[in-house]
């Protein structure tokens, strides 16, 4: 689950998901392996706006997308523009690659570091 900290305006929908996995498959950063998918809104357990979740069973299994793959839900705030979105779309993948390696969903702070490194590795490859 990637939450915003602060309240902040309503954003408008700029990207789809297929843009966005199309330009990071182009870069060599494929996420063919996940089912991304979009809901127009995510509430956190706090009842804060979230970007994206990565939902998982009571026994620690991912939930599956359309295709059957591990689903990502990625909100509108998660398409406001390339850098959240990919930020967005790699923090949950590190949740799900917690989950399968240590059977749990691992903490914000490594999954957000994670997606920002990803982001740098995007942003090396995309200009
Ligand atoms: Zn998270």
Redesign the pocket.
Known sequence: ???RSTQSRQTTLTLNIRTVTRILGRCGMSVRGYDIEHIAALLGPDGRSAY???PHNGHGRPLAGARGRPLIQVSNLALSDIRTAVVTIF??I??HRSYRTAGH?GS?AE??RYGQRMFEQFARHWV
Do not use: I
Request: aromatic share 0%; net charge negative.
């Open positions: 689950m990637r939450q994206g979740a990565s923090h949950e590190a949740h969903g914000e999954a957000e």
